[in-house]
């Protein structure tokens, strides 16, 4: 029904800044949440950051005050500003979306990207 696709991941020092970003395929879709999740071995999924349609947001503690989300709905587009990355952000970035209508059929989801990785070293 969407298909997202991630970009931006890649290799960075401790302290050190990236961008994600993730675009959402189809013209005629309507997106409620996207946003991101992230994986690392042996631990379970767990939330980054969500960004509605109508503007509100939702950081997980970890990441509040260093990750900002932020989203075009035009270009169905969501980013991922991470600065003063440290070792526990290594993992595989997942973009999230849910609550999502194409042309009048509403999906609830989720839908997942492929994943990017994140490697901060020290």
């Known amino acids: 029904q969407v298909q997202l696709v991630e970009s931006g991941g890649g290799l960075v020092q401790t302290g050190g800044s990236l961008r994600l970003s993730c675009a959402a395929s189809?013209?005629?879709?309507?997106?409620?949440?996207m946003g991101w999740y992230r994986q690392s071995p042996g631990k379970e999924r767990e939330l980054v950051a969500v960004h509605t349609r109508t503007g509100s947001t939702k950081y997980a503690d970890p990441v509040k005050g260093r990750f900002y989300i932020s989203r075009d709905n035009a270009k169905q587009t969501v980013y991922l500003q991470m600065v003063n990355l440290n070792s526990e952000d290594t993992a595989v970035y997942y973009c999230?979306?849910?609550?999502?209508?194409?042309?009048?059929?509403?999906?609830?989801?989720?839908?997942w990207g492929q994943g990017t990785q994140v490697t901060v070293s020290s």
């Open positions: 189809g013209s005629d879709s309507s997106i409620n949440v």
């Open positions: 999230y979306a849910a609550g999502v209508v194409v042309s009048g059929t509403f999906y609830g989801g989720p839908f």
